[in-house]
C-alpha cells in the first residue's frame, strides 16, 4: 500500500516541536547556559588580548604578567566549557534520544492494525532511528545553538559600534543578502531532503527484505536481481545526494564571497585608522577578533541550515507516525468458566472500494467447543481472526463474547486478555526458547514449560543440549518450520485464557502429528473454546462431538 505523504506548514511543525520538547529541556538548558559563558568569555579573551597587545606596544601601561595571566585564565575557561559540553552531549544526548524512541516505538505498537501496517517495516526503523536522531540534534544542539549565535551576534556588534560604528556597520552589511539566501536555500532544501531521506527508507526496506527472505531470493536465484535493484535505488540516492551537494556548493560560495568581501573593508578600514594613528595595535587586533565573531555566527548559521532543514523533514515523517490512530485504552475485562464467541451478520472490506471479504457472516462458537473453520486461501478466515482479536471492526454486525455471569460483551482491546492466539507462519522471537514461552506467560514455571511443551508435540526441546535455554536466531533460527510452530503453540498454550485461536498454527506439521496435536488439545482445554482456522482436511476425521467443523465461503 502507498503511503500518502503529507506537507505540513513550518508553523505547525514548530507547534509540534515544543510538544515534545520537554524531554530535552534539560539539556537544551544546559547547552545554552553554557554557550552564553562561552560568549561571554570570547568577549573578555578579545578584550584582554586588545589590553595586551597595547601594554606590549607601549600605548598603555600596565602589568603585562597579570593581563597575560588573564588571558590563559580564560583560555583555560573556555576548554573546560569545551569538556562540559561534549560530556552533556554524550550523556544526556543519548538518554533523550533513547526516550523518544521509547515514545514513538510505544505509539507503534498501540497503534490500530490497519494503520499501522500502511508502513513498511524498514522505513519505520528508518524513522525510528535517523529522524529521532534529527530531532533530537534539532531540539538540543540547532535550537540551543541559534539562541547563542544571536546572542553572540549581537553582543559583538554592539561591542565592535562602541569602538568605531562605521566599521560595525561595514561589517554587517552583507547581512540582509544572507537572510534573503537563507530563505530560498531553506524552501530548495527541504524539498531535496525529503527525497533523500524517502530514498534510504526504499533502501534498509530492500536489504531488510531481502535478508528477511534469503531462503527465497537463493532458490529462486535471484540475488543478482535484488542486488540490481538496489543498485538502481542507489544511483537515485546518490543522484539526489549529488543535486543536494550542487546547491549547498553554490549558496556557501555566494556567501563566503560576501562575508570575505565584508572582512576585508572593515580590515582596510581599520588599517587606514591605523595609518592616521586613530586607533592603536591593539585595537586593530580586536578589530579582527570582533569582525570573526560578527560573521562567525552568520556562518554558523548557514551551517545549520542543512541540519536544521533535515531537522523538519524528519518532523514531518515522524508526524505521519503520530498521526496513527490509536487503539482506546481500556482496562481488562476477563470473563469467567466458559466463554463462548458469536458473531452476528458481520460485513467487512479492508478498503472501501474493495471486495467484501465477509458479507452478513454469523456464527456462534458455543462455550467450551472446538470448531475448525475450513476455508480456501482468500475467503476470510484470518480476517475473522483479526474481528475477534479487535483488531479490525466490522463495517456491519456485531462481534461479542457472552458466558452465563456477564451476558454478552462486545468484543474490543478490554476484551483479548481472554484470548490466546497462534498466528500464521513463524513468529518466535531471537532469543531463548524459555524467552519465547514467557512471552506468553510471564510467571510460568519451568515444570508448566514443560508440560505445555509435551501437549505442543515439542518434547524436542528436552533433547536440546541447552534445553529450554537454546537460543533460537531471528524468526525461529536452528529450528524447523514445524519445531518453530510447536514452540508458539505451547507459548500460547502457557497463556490463562477462555478462547483458544490457532490459524494455520500447523500448516508445517504432517497430518498424523497434526492429528495428535488437535487430539491433545482437545484432551486438556475442557473448559476452553477452541477455534481452528485450516484449509487443510486433516480434521476431517474427527467426530462430530469432538469436533464442528464450519466451512466458510468467499
Known sequence: MKLNKTRYSTRTIVRWLWTHHRRCRLQAFINVVVGLLQVVLGLVGVEMLRRLTDIATGSREGSLVLFASLFGGVMVAELLLNILMTWVRAVLGVKTQNL?????????????????????????????????????ALMTEVLPSTVIIVVQFVASFVYLYIMDSMLALIVVATAPVFILLSRFYFHKMRRIVRKIKDSNSALQATIQESVQHKMVVKVLEQGDAMVGRLEQRQQLLRKQVKSRARFSILTKMFVNIGFAGGYLVALVWGLFQLQDHLITVGVLMAFT?????????????????????????????LME??????????????????VGLRIQNVDYQYTDRGRHVLRQFSYDFRPGSFTAILGETGAGKTTLI???LALIEPSQGHVSLYNEKNGAVPVSTATRCNFSYVPQGNTLFSGTIRDNLLFGNPAATTEQMHRALHLAMADFVQDLPEGLDTRCGEGGGGLSEGQAQRVAIARAILRPCRVLLLDEATSALDIQTERQLLERLKAHFTDTTIIF??????????TSDQLTMYRIVS
Open 533 to 542: 482456522v485450516t484449509h487443510r482436511l486433516a480434521v476431517v476425521g474427527f
Open 289 to 317: 577578533q570582533l569582525i570573526s565573531r560578527i560573521q562567525r555566527p552568520l556562518l554558523d548559521m548557514a551551517r545549520l541550515l542543512p541540519t536544521l532543514v533535515n531537522s523538519l523533514t524528519s518532523s514531518e515523517r
Open 386 to 388: 483479526r474481528l475477534m
Open 321 to 338: 507516525l503520530e498521526a496513527l490512530p490509536l487503539e482506546p485504552s481500556l482496562p481488562p475485562v476477563a470473563l469467567d468458566g466458559k
Open 100 to 136: 523518544m524512541q521509547q515514545e514513538f516505538f510505544a505509539r507503534l505498537l498501540k497503534g490500530r492494525w490497519n494503520g499501522v501496517e500502511r508502513f513498511h517495516s524498514g522505513d519505520v526503523l528508518n524513522r525510528l532511528f535517523g529522524d529521532v536522531n534529527d530531532i533530537v
